[in-house]
């Protein structure tokens, strides 16, 4: 087995055994909150950093998947693990209408973010009013800790969870990395008329990106809406979570492997030492645009490459 075979089975037995070594369920919580933000910034990445079709309104996708299992075990009994199917579906169908809209009008860069945003303020306005999601009174979903109801009394299967999404958003990103469509998307994000001229259909390859992308992030909010058993419209389609998204893709390496999840480690454990440190509200924000102010001037490839230019600087022969 390869060196990089050897470490990638070695941070899998470290994450395996990592709750049971933190001690307290604060603490679980925590690392788990960090995988998850990292699975959703694993979202974004997919189209904003290998696609470089860069979203403001992802949240729309996450809320769409958060609503459509909570609605179906609320109001019809459905089992939670049945709605997460249909989560997953119904993230993939708004990625899917938003890509074909969106990319068939000739949308791309700034009017393509601002059009991502404007369908999740959509979406929230439409949660917010309609009846079926009781409106901004929410949903609350009983609490039933059983693992058929998608709910465990001990938050380590919560880890787990959370770390099994973590994989299969790592191994989709690889994929990327090596196959002929992750190809086709670089070639769009670096010039996009240049991709068409050599006979890719951007048109599929970006509706298939966002679709793609879009049903992770439904993923993701099934997620969250059985860990915390509540949803409403400014949790489920607010801006933070978009912002959340992005920043952590940027901050570790948009368009990387393990960008998303080096930042949302970097993301999540600054913002909770800001917590804990002080009372001032609203201070964690505060600091998220700063760090993404000195990303953007200094980092724009992010941690991961500042890491591979000190690695060819090193290894880069004298002249």
């Known amino acids: 087995m390869s060196r990089v075979g050897l470490l990638a089975l070695g941070a899998l037995a470290v994450a395996c055994v990592l709750p049971h070594l933190l001690g307290s369920n604060y603490a679980v919580?925590?690392?788990?909150?960090?995988?998850?933000?990292?699975?959703?910034?694993?979202?974004?990445?997919?189209?904003?950093?290998?696609?470089?079709?860069?979203?403001?309104?992802?949240?729309?996708?996450?809320?769409?998947?958060?609503?459509?299992?909570?609605?179906?075990?609320?109001s019809h009994g459905w089992s939670p693990w049945a709605g997460w199917i249909v989560a997953i579906g119904a993230g993939a169908l708004v990625g899917l209408v938003i890509g074909v809209l969106s990319f068939r009008a000739g949308l791309r860069g700034s009017y393509f973010a601002l059009i991502t945003l404007a369908f999740a303020e959509v979406f929230r306005i439409v949660a917010n009013s309609v009846e079926f999601t009781r409106g901004g009174l929410g949903l609350l979903i009983r609490a039933d800790p059983?693992?058929?109801?998608?709910?465990f009394r001990n938050p380590i299967w919560f880890y787990y969870l959370a770390l099994a999404l973590v994989l299969?958003?790592?191994?989709?990103?690889?994929?990327?990395?090596?196959?002929?469509?992750?190809?086709?998307?670089?070639a769009i994000r670096e010039n996009e008329d240049a991709a068409r001229a050599l006979g890719i259909d951007v048109l599929r390859a970006k509706t298939v990106c966002m679709t793609i992308s879009g049903a992770m992030a439904g993923a993701g909010g099934t997620f969250y809406a059985q860990k915390y058993l509540y949803v409403d419209p400014s949790i489920a389609y607010g801006v933070e979570k978009s912002v959340e998204m992005l920043l952590v893709s940027m901050i570790g390496g948009a368009g990387t492997v393990f960008g998303p999840l080096v930042g949302?480690?970097?993301?999540?454990?600054?913002?909770?030492?800001?917590?804990?440190s002080s009372n001032t509200q609203g201070?964690?924000?505060?600091?998220?645009?700063?760090?993404?102010?000195?990303?953007?001037?200094?980092l724009p490839d992010g941690v991961i490459g500042l890491f591979r230019r000190r690695s060819g600087e090193r290894g880069a022969p004298r002249a």
């Open 264 to 276: 949302a480690a970097m993301l999540m454990g600054l913002g909770e030492i800001t917590r804990a």
């Open 283 to 298: 201070l964690s924000l505060i600091v998220y645009g700063v760090i993404l102010i000195v990303i953007v001037a200094y």
């Open 29 to 74: 919580n925590v690392v788990t909150m960090i995988l998850f933000t990292a699975f959703l910034g694993q979202s974004w990445n997919i189209a904003g950093g290998f696609a470089g079709q860069t979203s403001f309104g992802h949240v729309v996708f996450f809320g769409t998947g958060a609503y459509a299992s909570t609605i179906l075990h609320v």
């Open 168 to 186: 299969a958003s790592l191994a989709i990103a690889f994929w990327l990395t090596r196959s002929r469509f992750g190809a086709q998307l670089a």
């Open 146 to 151: 059983r693992p058929e109801n998608f709910q």
